[in-house]
C-alpha cells in the first residue's frame, strides 16, 4: 500500500532542511510506501494536476492527503528545458524540487507572490512580474479556487480514493461535501506553533522534524478512527 501526501513547503524537506517530513514518519508508522508530491512554491493547480496525473497511471492506492495553500499561487509552463543548476537547490538524498520540474518536452515554473526574485531566467522573472502586477488578484484567485475545489472533490468521490484534505493553517477554510468533511483532519496549529516545534524562531507556517512527528502520530490516530487502518 501507499501514502501519498500532496501539497506545499508546508510538508517539504525545505531544501534539506529536514530530513523527514510528516508524509515520511507516518508511511513508516503505517508500513507503507510514500509518494511525496509536496512542492516548495506549490500551488492548488500543481496539486489537482499531479493527483490526476498519478490517478491516470494507476498509482494511487492507499491512502491520499490533500493540503491546500494559498489561492493566488499558480503555474505556468515555459517551452525550455529546466536549468540545469536547479537540482543543486535541493539537498541530494531529497527530491530535486525548488521551483521546476520537467513537463511535456518544456518546464513548469511556480508562481506565488515574489517568485520572481528566485527564477533563473530574467525572462521568467519579467513575466512573474507582469503577472503579479497585472493579471493578478486575490478575489479573483479565491473564486478560481473554489470552483475548481468543488470540480476536484465530485472526482475525489467518483474514483473512490480515501483522501484526507488537511485543512492546514495555510488554506483552512473551504467548503467539503458530508463524507469528505467527516474524513477531513484540521491542522493542530495552536499546539504547533510552539517554538520547539518551529523550523525556524520566527517561522509559524513550517515545521522542524519533532514538528513534523506529532503531526504525523495525529494522523495516524485520525486514520485509525476512521477504520481505514487498525
Not at 536547479?86 to 507572490?113: L, M
Not at 468543488?150 to 480514493?161: A, L, P
Not at 491542522?187 to 522542524?208: A, F, G, V
Request: with cysteine; proline share 6%; net charge negative.
Amino acid at each position: 500500500m501507499q501514502l501519498t501526501v500532496f501539497g506545499c513547503s508546508f510538508g517539504d524537506y525545505l531544501n534539506g532542511g529536514v530530513k523527514r517530513v510528516y508524509g515520511d514518519i507516518l508511511a513508516e508508522s503505517l508500513g507503507w510506501e510514500y509518494q511525496h508530491e509536496s512542492r516548495g512554491g506549490s500551488s492548488c493547480r500543481r496539486l489537482w494536476r499531479r493527483y490526476w496525473e498519478l490517478d491516470r497511471a494507476g498509482q494511487l492506492e492507499g491512502i491520499n492527503i490533500v493540503q491546500y495553500t494559498e489561492p493566488t499561487r499558480t503555474e505556468f509552463w515555459a517551452a525550455r528545458p529546466p536549468y540545469s543548476s536547479w537540482r543543486t537547490r535541493a539537498d541530494q538524498d531529497n527530491p530535486p524540487c525548488f521551483n521546476e520540474e520537467p513537463h511535456s518536452g518544456g518546464t513548469v515554473i511556480r508562481y506565488k507572490t515574489g517568485s520572481d526574485q528566485w527564477q533563473n531566467s530574467p525572462q521568467d522573472q519579467r513575466f512573474f512580474r507582469m503577472y503579479e502586477h497585472g493579471y493578478s488578484g486575490v478575489a479573483w484567485a479565491e473564486n478560481d479556487f473554489l470552483w475548481q475545489h468543488d470540480y476536484f472533490q465530485q472526482y475525489v468521490q467518483s474514483r473512490g480514493h480515501r483522501t484526507i484534505f488537511l485543512r492546514c493553517r495555510i488554506n483552512p477554510q473551504y467548503p467539503l461535501d458530508p463524507q469528505l468533511d467527516a474524513w477531513s483532519f484540521r491542522d493542530p496549529w495552536e499546539r504547533l506553533i510552539d517554538p520547539q516545534y518551529r523550523y525556524e524562531p520566527d517561522d509559524t507556517c513550517h515545521m522542524n522534524e519533532q514538528g513534523h512527528g506529532v503531526l504525523a502520530e495525529l494522523l495516524h490516530s485520525h486514520i485509525q478512527k476512521l477504520g481505514w487502518v487498525s
